[in-house]
């Protein structure tokens, strides 16, 4: 059997960390400290009641120090990080620093500069950064990249992504709506979707915005497989009438060449493949988030144009 890991999990108050406490469970692993500045954190007693708890940084840092320190071992092997995304470059840093390997929720920064600095630091430390890419392990995702690598000759296949997913009011109250926290729409609800592309589709080669407001993007990107027209948005108005009437919030949609794909099952274990994968060795690394790092920050700096034939139907309803 393999030695038990201690964890310490950063934004333990969040609405991503049940996952990553199940995932540290159901590997045989153990969270013995957590930190978050709200003390909203009772989901902790579903997974491990005795983890010591922190609302202020500076005494989780001093504790996990100790535990560093301490002679009779418990010191930290992983920090879990699923802080807002304006402070993952810094709790990384924290954890490399500590002695401790890091694991990241997506976005991993926001900030393709920030990549080279984390990097920099694995090497001084010798301890490594894994990323959460859990699209990269969905069967249905790996069914479709090796189905496009596998096709003879290169072809562009004709690609349209949706992802509505509806929030109330409190978002744009929140660090989520809050640009410089969040890196704005197409990084807080996106990047998993733009790292899921460059995984099937290959390299980018062009990215084009059409809309980019608080509440709602779109744009048109092309790989080296794939023309992809893209439309992400918060706002309910945008769920097509007939689920929306049927009481759905949200409504997610890839076609490739006219073609539905569906993967919206088979996400409640991917966390806990995403963890065995880590602590096999084969997490993902900083470098495999380069590109979609790369795209959203391109994203967020371009001028928006007005679409040809390239725009997203949805945006061309609105």
């Known amino acids: 059997m393999s030695e038990v890991k201690n964890f310490a999990l950063i934004g333990v108050g969040g609405y991503i ?19 978050d500045p709200n003390d909203s954190v009772g989901i902790i007693d579903s ?26 071992g418990g010191r930290i092997d992983y920090v879990s990080i699923c802080s807002p ?6 709790h990384v840093r924290f954890a490399l620093r500590s002695g401790a390997h890091a694991i990241c929720e997506k976005p991993l ?44 000759g290169a072809r562009k296949h004709e690609v349209n992504l949706a992802y509505i997913t509806s929030r ?19 990084t807080n609800i996106g990047v998993h979707f733009f790292d899921m592309l460059h995984y099937i589709f ?28 893209w439309f992400l948005s918060v706002d309910l108005e945008d769920v097509p009438d007939a ?7 949200t409504f997610r949609s890839i076609t490739v060449d006219g073609e539905e794909i569906e993967f919206s099952g088979g996400f409640t274990e991917l ?32 001028k928006v144009v007005a679409p040809t034939d390239n725009g997203h139907p949805f945006l061309r309803k609105k």
């Open 17 to 35: 960390a049940p996952r990553h406490m199940q995932a540290i469970k159901a590997t045989g692993n153990r969270l013995v400290a957590a930190l």
């Open 47 to 72: 997974h491990f009641p005795d983890a010591d708890f922190f609302t202020e940084f500076e005494r989780f840092d001093r504790h996990v120090d100790m535990r560093r320190r301490a002679k009779n």
């Open 85 to 90: 995304n304006y402070l993952h470059d810094s």
């Open 109 to 152: 920064v926001l900030n393709p500069w920030n990549i080279d600095g984390l990097q920099e630091l694995e090497r001084e430390t010798g301890k490594q950064v894994s990323s959460i890419l859990q699209l990269r392990l969905h069967p249905s995702i790996i069914a479709l990249r090796d189905k496009v690598r596998s096709a003879p």
């Open 168 to 186: 109330g009011h409190w978002y744009l109250q929140s660090w989520k709506g809050d640009a410089k926290k969040s890196g704005g729409i197409a």
């Open 202 to 229: 290959g390299d980018l080669q062009d990215n084009v915005v059409h809309r980019y407001d608080d509440t709602k993007a779109a744009g048109y990107l092309e790989y080296q497989n794939a023309r992809v027209r």
């Open 243 to 249: 689920q929306r009437e049927s009481g759905q919030r």
């Open 271 to 302: 966390h806990n493949r995403s963890y065995e994968e880590i602590l096999a060795g084969r997490g993902f690394s900083l470098e495999e988030n380069r590109t979609a790092i790369e795209t959203v920050a391109a994203i967020r700096g371009s």
